[in-house]
């Protein structure tokens, strides 16, 4: 009986700290002419566990005559490099389907949709317990025409006000948001550069995630039934 008590009551302490743990998302975005990627990192107890993957170039090739988006990524296992024709293939069979098989293709539609939908929802609930740890974006941009360049400072400004009002909606922010938008008149340039780091419990990630699957189980169920 005692043995029973003591393994229960280590289990419960175990749970309780695992769903204390604090899991940190870093999530970078560099936009220059020389250095181009998207890098996120996740780590957890003090980056005893971490995994980190990078996409360092995002190019527009030449393949078979039509011009295609290509990248490389870097991971833990070794970089990879997008399949290009794998892809092409893919969207020739799904046009192929379209023209030949439409009730297939609009089943494969109805399915990717529902698809979406999960996920949308699944994100929905894991935002709740999602905090804002550090947002930080810096835009230099630039335009040879100096009215239009004025015009987009207007642009960029309330589009980034709507990205810190949705932020706001669907995060706890614990610092600050830092955003710096710089104009620069009478030469064309591009560079964005964003850091943001999210903290969520691994709680949350496990009570979102059975949440969705018997919310899924339940759904099957009403469609078998």
Known sequence: MNN?????????????????????????????????????TVYALQKLFIYTIKIPTIKLVQYDDLPWITSEIDAPRGAATTKVNREQRFIQKSIKLLFYNPERFLRLLRTANQLIRGYLRYVNSLSK?????????????GFEDAAFTG?????????????????????????????????????????????CIFRIRFGNVITATMANLLN??????????
């Open 4 to 40: 029973w008590l003591f393994v229960l009551t280590s289990t419960a302490i175990l749970l309780v700290l695992v769903f204390r743990v604090n899991v940190y998302i870093d999530l970078r975005f560099c936009r220059r002419n020389d250095d181009d990627y998207v890098a996120v």
């Open 129 to 141: 317990g999602i905090h804002c740890k550090k947002f930080k974006l810096k835009i230099i941009y």
């Open 151 to 195: 015009i987009m400072m207007g642009i960029l400004g309330s589009l980034t006000e709507s990205m810190l009002r949705s932020i706001h909606n669907r995060l706890v922010l614990d610092a600050k948001p830092c955003i710096k938008i710089q104009p620069i008149y009478g030469h064309s340039q591009l560079e964005i550069e964003l850091k």
């Open 216 to 225: 899924s189980m339940h759904r099957e169920a009403t469609r078998s039934g």
